[in-house]
């Protein structure tokens, strides 16, 4: 694992922003063979709850969008001052351009505003933090703007009751800035490339392009839940076994790497990748309970690159809170843990995205880009 400290850069703002449509675990009871036993059973373990989840139409660009505009307003931002904007997604409104440079041009940034995108899931967003840290103490940047977002809903269906449940859609917005002041940042993040196939999405890139030939495949797993090619797959178990060994281990290296005592830490910000692994790995870390919590999967499921963003906003909104360590981990494989102070930042909760009034249907998008190639 790669352990770092930076010293010279603070989190000065942070916000989440969920859709407005929301799906409760109650009004899914058909799934469960109408048995509320069985229902009441799978929110005990799992921690189902309600979920946000984004309309045809809605991307992750538009959520990052609401975020950072939320957040520039909120803390009186000025646009030309921000030096980086990172984003990082694994839903892309196209395969090219970058969505950040999207996001730069509907934000107003300034042409010397960098920008890139990282293609990261449920670590993604401690991979940011970690960027963005990194490069103010390089000196490449002294105002970074960190938008982070998924929208994991869309990858698969609602009857596929493995997946489905489990995911709901946020993006956030972060700001960070240079301080002259001694401000550590610690963190340690690690990969392993081999279990790549573990948490996939195996149709829609250019290793296996949805094309005609696929597109009506179905399979049937032995649960009776129906996949396409273009849903997400999730080993369970191996993710589970995984987890339970890997977050543990990162946790405590980060603990150890900043020679702090977990008694030190306010908070533990765990991914909210369901009750059970977070309740896991806090026993396994010897977390206590009263420290950490798996409330904001229950409330807003599985946000995957957003999810230890939304524990902040939802946690730890209104709270008297200093040191935090973040722990995030999940498809890659790969995992992140951070170490840092968020006392006096500016935190902004969570807000809804309204459904836009007016948005372009499949079919006039079609017709746009068809005219395009022919005006090209």
Request: proline share 3%; with cysteine.
């Amino acid at each position: 694992m790669s352990n770092v400290c930076l010293k010279h850069s603070c989190i000065k703002g942070i916000t989440t922003v969920v859709p407005e449509n929301i799906i409760n675990i109650e009004d899914e009871i058909n799934y469960f063979d109408n048995n509320p036993k069985k229902l009441q059973r799978a929110k005990k373990m799992i921690g189902f709850g309600t979920r946000h989840v984004v309309r045809d139409g809605t991307t992750v660009i538009d959520l990052c969008e609401v975020a950072a505009n939320n957040l520039i307003r909120d803390m009186n931002i000025a646009r030309d001052d921000i030096d980086a904007l990172i984003l990082v997604c694994q839903s892309p409104d196209y395969l090219l351009p970058a969505s950040s440079c999207i996001l730069h041009g509907r934000l107003g940034l300034n042409s010397n505003c960098a920008t890139f995108d990282v293609g990261l899931g449920c670590s993604g967003y401690v991979y940011g933090l970690w960027m963005a840290h990194s490069l103010i103490a390089s000196g490449s940047a002294e105002k970074v703007l960190l938008l982070a977002g998924d929208a994991p809903s869309v990858h698969s269906n609602i009857a596929n009751r493995k997946c489905n449940p489990l995911f709901g859609d946020a993006a956030s917005a972060t700001y960070i800035t240079y301080t002259p002041e001694d401000n550590p940042a610690y963190f340690s993040i690690g990969t392993d490339g081999k279990g790549w196939d573990r948490i996939i999405v195996p149709a829609g890139g250019r290793k296996l392009p949805i094309k005609e030939d696929i597109v009506n495949i179905t399979a049937k797993d032995s649960a009776g839940n129906i996949w396409f090619v273009g849903d997400e797959i999730l080993h369970g178990m191996d993710v589970f076994n995984f987890t339970m060994d890997v977050a543990p281990k990162n946790i405590n290296q980060v603990l150890e790497f900043s020679d702090t005592n977990s008694s030190e830490i306010d908070y533990f910000v765990i991914h909210q990748a369901n009750k059970q692994i977070v309740e896991n790995v806090a026993r396994i870390a010897k977390i206590p309970l009263d420290k950490t919590s798996s409330e904001t999967f229950s409330k807003y499921g599985n946000n995957s690159t957003n999810s230890v963003a939304t524990v902040i906003c939802d946690q730890l909104y209104n709270k008297n809170v200093d040191k935090i360590l973040i722990s995030a981990f999940g498809v890659g494989l790969s995992w992140g843990a951070s170490i840092v102070n968020i006392k006096n930042i500016h935190n902004g909760g969570i807000s809804l995205m309204k459904n836009p009034t007016e948005s372009h249907t499949r079919v006039e998008q079609i017709l746009y880009w068809a005219k395009q190639f022919q005006e090209g």
